[in-house]
């Protein structure tokens, strides 16, 4: 649930930028929220209407985790969640990056939100999602955007800088020039980052000891396929099997 409620929330979102960029039309949270609960209805019917369609046609259904393991999705769950919709799309028409949209709209640069885009980290190729960033011809800055409808987390500050390598390498511009910011739409708070060659030092270090981590469980680097199951060893925290994709082969084996 709250990975779907994120996707829909960050897709309407999109929309509403994009159609006021071409119209100037901004949308109501009453029409934002109409929109959003319509997808999550969607969501429900097919996993707990459509199992079968599901299984025949995975990309073509929804199927919510907490319908697949336990049935049915909790009466307190529900209403938490019809009222984070209310909260997180009037944060977001209220926030200062909407607000700096709709005020300077003639001097951003805006850049194609939501594309998969890639880089080369050690002769690897690393894809990159921003949710949004534009460049502000009157402060000669590049502004990195990412919308948050959860709480805040501590990697959020290293996915903001891996982005900023990005935007640094992409448009060969200093950090001096970029700034990067989550927007928390539950509480309506933004945070700002700016970074430093030493947060670049990091991530790449970070980047290589992931890497060197994963090549551990393959069997054949070359061809990419990994070790036998049984040496993907079981992790010690358990609550994170509650969000693995891979929890009924655990289960299974």
């Not at 109501?28 to 209407?49: K, P």
């Not at 000669?140 to 409808?149: E, G, Q, Y």
């Not at 980052?193 to 000891?209: P, V």
């Not at 890497?211 to 992790?235: C, G, R, S, W």
Request: glycine content about 4%; charged content about 25%.
């Amino acid at each position: 649930m709250p990975i779907l409620f994120g996707q829909i929330v960050h897709r309407f979102i999109e929309q509403a930028i994009n159609d006021y960029l071409q119209t100037g039309t901004v949308p109501t949270v009453e029409e934002l929220v109409q929109y959003a609960r319509g997808q999550l209805n969607a969501a429900f019917i097919d996993s707990t209407r459509y199992t079968e369609q599901w299984r025949q046609k995975p990309t073509k259904y929804y199927m919510m985790q907490e319908i697949y393991y336990y049935g049915k999705l909790q009466p307190a769950v529900i209403q938490d969640y019809k009222e984070r919709l209310q909260l997180v799309f009037n944060h977001f028409l209220r926030s200062e990056t909407f607000q700096e949209i709709t005020a300077r709209k003639g001097s951003l640069r805006i850049g194609e939100p939501e594309q998969f885009r890639s880089m080369k980290m050690d002769g690897i190729q690393v894809f990159v999602v921003m949710d949004f960033h534009y460049y502000n011809e009157q402060t000669d800055k590049w502004v990195i955007i990412d919308w948050k409808t959860g709480g805040e987390s501590d990697d959020d500050r290293q996915q903001l800088a891996l982005y900023a390598y990005y935007v640094q390498q992409k448009y060969r511009v200093s950090l001096a020039q970029i700034e990067a910011y989550n927007e928390y739409l539950l509480t309506g708070n933004r945070k700002k980052y700016q970074f430093t060659d030493f947060d670049m030092a990091n991530i790449l270090h970070t980047f290589q000891c992931s890497v060197l981590e994963m090549k551990k469980y393959q069997a054949d680097i070359f061809a990419n396929e990994p070790v036998d199951l049984e040496d993907f060893e079981p992790t010690n925290e358990q609550w994170q099997c509650r969000s693995c994709n891979f929890r009924e082969l655990c289960r299974q084996s």
